[in-house]
């Protein structure tokens, strides 16, 4: 009988298995596909993922290495989530290594035991006492028996300093038979029986209602629904309450948010309305924390789970239903590495698992609203705001030839100051971080240029610093102008720094609260903010698109947003589509109680077609516009890109490349028979030298999917082999969503 053969998955961006003999003394019977080997790797250990058993090899036997250890009894990857693996690997044309190296945590990449973590407990045996005579000249030992006697479950080993308990004392204590030690479980969360809710659910308006039954008479089966709710129009009141019926079936549901800092906040809404057992993941997540979790999940130990996008992969023992709020996010999509896109791969997951998916967002992207349009996706509006909130007024307000105070007209600052002394709260919009976008010399013209990338960098004052918002690249301002030594450095634009300098000192009675990724970095930074806020006294919020992502502002009756001009002309196909979306989430934070909100918005174009659509008809109008504008150009969603991107340290080179790559692409369609697939370049990146790196890009655009896959799958291995390839970094993102 031929010696099995496993075919393994390394974490490696080689889009092969490799192969390897089974470990010693393991019986080949009980190799599962999904289970991990450690195995050894040119000079290194590393852990893989076995594919499949096989009874042949393209390697000679005789050259064949042993693995050195099986890591699991079973597999750590449910079937469902190991189908979901090798799709997205194939579809993605990513490794496949790398591809589970994503799906799993940390540490079960390096090894640690797939199962939950167990802890030593220590207990009184039964009948000792602290009186026994074998402790009477031993006071520690007597002192420790009584501690342990007044915890019927047990005291965990991890708290015996807490306690002060001496571990000599109860090692003698458990030679005497009076203690003994049961490992177990450490942190099994229980959930109270009864009921699953804490808090009444809410009354649900006609329109959430309908909602509400249609998603729940489809909740058995797949089925995709696009739940397209007005800002403040309760969307996650109809998550609770669906979420209420799938744990009271006894399945789990997950729930995927774009944003970290909005995992408290959901997870605080959740713990409130749930008796249930809730596991967050994300980034901020420590590996143990982020490993039990994923644990409690696939062991039916948790019966919701939030997280990010990667929180996707997570296994459940019975999911019952998946939700993406704010569907339009692009913080959906992985913009390096495996480049999926959360949003697609939850649909893919749900129809493999016979799950429904429900994606809501008050401004949804066109690509779900065109598969809404053509019925594969179950379309469901929520016209009116939630209570007697009424929506946000919209007032374009042209600032050409007005003098702008740190990029504050004076009309927006009688709104402001008219809005504080009614006792309400402004949030004023700028999506730039920092204190000026470039530091001008006024003698010469010379800007703070990066020197790694074709890029200015900002001025952050607080911390006295130019810095790269594309590389990272930091240094001191200059003292005097590096090509004329004038000392007459002047800092040119606005950002959020400078925003909230300026609005300190024109409104010196009332806070300004900063929030953007500078002023939210450190750990419990953002929860103390939004604690602020919440406290409803008059205050102004500065911020970026952070403060647009779904946050609850109830005395927030102003939004102002400062500069809506940038959007309207730049090389990429989508930036309309953000820009209106954006407006639209920012407006949304405005009037979403008692009071009415009104929406500034500052432009230099106030009579700009884009513009007046979005303020006077709304977003639904902008998005069947801009759909008619796509379908005529042939844009996404209807025709289907792949970009192959590459970056060299020297000039011409990423060029170089990707012309050979091209050539190889046409001579291949021409075999194959492929048509309707243009070949769009190569040309230099919208922002050619970043980083030090001179970069260069190839698009592909097809009519249908298909060919244009085909074709990837023909190509890709061509691509690895050609000689130019070794002296750039080039990777392909399918479905990209940006060209830069």
């Not at 106030?606 to 759909?627: K, R």
Request: hydrophobic share 40%; charged share 20%.
């Amino acid at each position: 009988m031929p010696q099995p053969i496993l075919r393994l998955a390394l974490p490696s961006p080689l889009r092969r298995l490799f192969d390897y003999l089974p470990p010693a003394s393991v019986p080949p019977t009980s190799l599962q596909p999904g289970m991990r080997l450690r195995v050894p790797f040119g000079r290194r250990e590393i852990v893989g993922v076995l594919v499949e058993v096989v009874d042949h090899s393209a390697v000679p036997e005789a050259k064949l290495k042993p693995a050195l250890e099986l890591l699991d009894t079973r597999s750590p990857l449910p079937p469902a989530l190991f189908r979901l693996c090798l799709w997205t690997a194939q579809y993605y044309q990513h490794s496949l290594g790398d591809t589970f190296s994503w799906a799993l945590p940390v540490l079960l990449r390096q090894g640690e035991p797939a199962e939950a973590r167990q802890e030593r407990f220590w207990h009184v045996t039964d009948g000792a006492r602290p009186e026994d005579p074998r402790l009477s000249r031993a006071p520690r030992q007597r002192e420790a028996l009584r501690t342990i006697a007044q915890h019927p479950h047990g005291v965990a080993h991890s708290l015996l300093t807490q306690l002060e308990l001496s571990k000599d004392s109860l090692d003698l204590l458990l030679q005497k038979g009076l203690l003994r030690i049961e490992t177990r479980r450490s942190h099994q969360v229980q959930r109270h029986q009864g009921s699953w809710l804490l808090q009444p659910e809410l009354p649900l308006n006609q329109e959430q209602r309908a909602a509400f039954e249609a998603i729940r008479a489809g909740l058995n089966g797949f089925q995709v629904s696009l739940l397209a709710g007005v800002t403040g129009s309760g969307k996650t009141e109809v998550y609770l309450q669906l979420i209420h019926q799938v744990l009271k079936a006894g399945k789990q549901a997950l729930v995927l948010i774009p944003e970290i800092n909005l995992g408290p906040q959901t997870l605080a809404r959740f713990e409130k309305r749930f008796n249930a057992r809730i596991a967050l993941l994300h980034s901020n997540v420590n590996d143990r924390e982020r490993l039990d979790a994923w644990l409690a999940a696939r062991d039916g130990e948790a019966d919701i789970i939030i997280g990010t996008r990667s929180a996707l992969f997570t296994p459940m023992k019975s999911p019952g239903l998946i939700i993406l709020d704010e569907e339009h996010d692009a913080s959906y999509k992985q913009q390096e590495g495996l480049r999926y896109h959360a949003r697609d791969l939850a649909i893919v997951r749900a129809r493999q698992e016979n799950l429904p998916v429900l994606l809501g967002s008050a401004t949804p992207s066109l690509e779900s609203l065109h598969n809404a349009h053509s019925g594969r996706y179950a379309l469901l509006k929520l016209t009116q705001r939630a209570g007697d909130a009424q929506a946000p007024r919209f007032l374009r307000l042209d600032v050409k030839s007005r003098p702008l105070d740190s990029g504050i007209s004076g009309p927006l600052q009688q709104a402001m100051a008219q809005t504080l002394a009614a006792g309400q709260q402004v949030l004023v919009f700028l999506n730039r971080r920092g204190f000026a976008p470039s530091l001008l010399c006024h003698d010469c013209g010379w800007l703070s240029q990066c020197p790694r990338c074709d890029a200015r960098m900002t001025l952050h004052q607080r911390h006295n610093e130019l810095r790269c918002h594309h590389c990272g690249h930091t240094e001191r301002p200059p003292r005097s102008c590096p090509d004329c030594t004038s000392v007459d450095l002047r800092p040119v634009g606005t950002g959020t720094e400078r925003a909230e300098e300026r609005l300190g000192i024109i409104f010196p009675d009332y806070p300004v609260l900063r929030i953007d990724r500078d002023s939210t970095s450190r750990k419990g930074s953002m929860e103390q903010l939004l604690a602020t806020i919440n406290r409803g006294e008059p205050c102004l919020l500065v911020g970026t698109q952070m403060l647009a992502k779904g946050h609850h502002f109830p005395r927030v009756t102003l939004v102002a947003i400062l500069d809506a001009d940038g959007g309207l002309f730049s090389a990429d196909f989508r930036a309309s589509e953000r820009m209106a979306q954006l407006i639209v989430q920012v407006a949304g934070r405005a009037g979403r109680a008692e009071e009415p909100g009104k929406v500034i918005i500052q432009t230099h174009l106030a009579d700009h077609p884009l513009l007046v659509q979005l303020t006077e008809q709304g977003y639904f109008a902008f998005a069947d516009q801009a759909l008619s504008e796509r379908r005529a150009a042939g844009l996404p969603p209807f025709s289907h890109l792949a970009l192959l991107r590459a970056e060299a340290t020297k000039s011409g080179q990423a060029e170089e490349f990707l012309d050979h790559a091209c050539h190889e692409a046409e001579q291949l369609m021409a075999q194959l028979g492929l048509s309707g697939i243009e070949l769009l370049g190569p040309v230099p990146a919208p922002m050619e030298r970043r980083a030090g790196r001179f970069r260069a890009q190839l698009l592909l655009q097809a009519n249908a999917r298909a060919p244009l896959h085909k074709l990837m799958s023909a190509w890709l291995p061509m691509v690895e082999q050609l000689p130019s390839s070794r002296a750039v970094r080039w990777s392909l993102d399918i479905d990209p969503i940006d060209l830069f």
